[in-house]
Nanobody, 129 residues
Framework: QVQLVETGGGSVQAGGSLRLSCKGSEYTLTSSCVSWFRRVLAKEREGIAAIYAPRGNTYYVDSVKGRFTISQDNAKNTVWLQMDSLKPEDTAMYYC??????????????????????WGQGTQVTVSS
């Protein structure tokens, strides 16, 4: 059974850092588009970063550019999200998502949930002011 397992969430003060990890089980992340989404309360999930390692492609939304870095370790079958200079508005449940192939689909952007077949259960990030 395919699983994506997120770890690394927690509570931190504004300006601090956290590193989230997404590890694939029964699924190889190497040739997949792997993304991080987040959701605040009842709002829809927001795609914030993605990576397609075979082409060295990374994608970020403006709100996290320069603060968050997505990377991949194929040997560990893990994708990381390094989050620096955290702000209270970064507080959310963070989810990992993956889909085979590049981060490019007809009529679907990389930061849309419908592009992804596999999802993790999420890890909570709380940033206090």
């Amino acid at each position: 059974q395919v699983q994506l397992v997120e770890t690394g969430g927690g509570s931190v003060q504004a300006g601090g850092s956290l590193r989230l990890s997404c590890k694939g089980s029964e699924y190889t992340l190497t040739s997949s588009c792997v993304s991080w989404f987040r959701r605040v309360l009842a709002k829809e999930r927001e795609g914030i970063a993605a990576i397609y390692a075979p082409r060295g492609n990374t994608y970020y939304v403006d709100s996290v550019k320069g603060r968050f870095t997505i990377s991949q370790d194929n040997a560990k079958n893990t994708v990381w999200l390094q989050m620096d200079s955290l702000k209270p508005e970064d507080t959310a449940m963070y989810y990992c998502a993956a889909d085979p192939g590049p981060c490019a689909w007809a009529y679907t952007r990389w930061n849309e949930t419908k592009g992804y077949k596999y999802w993790g259960q999420g890890t909570q990030v709380t940033v206090s002011s």
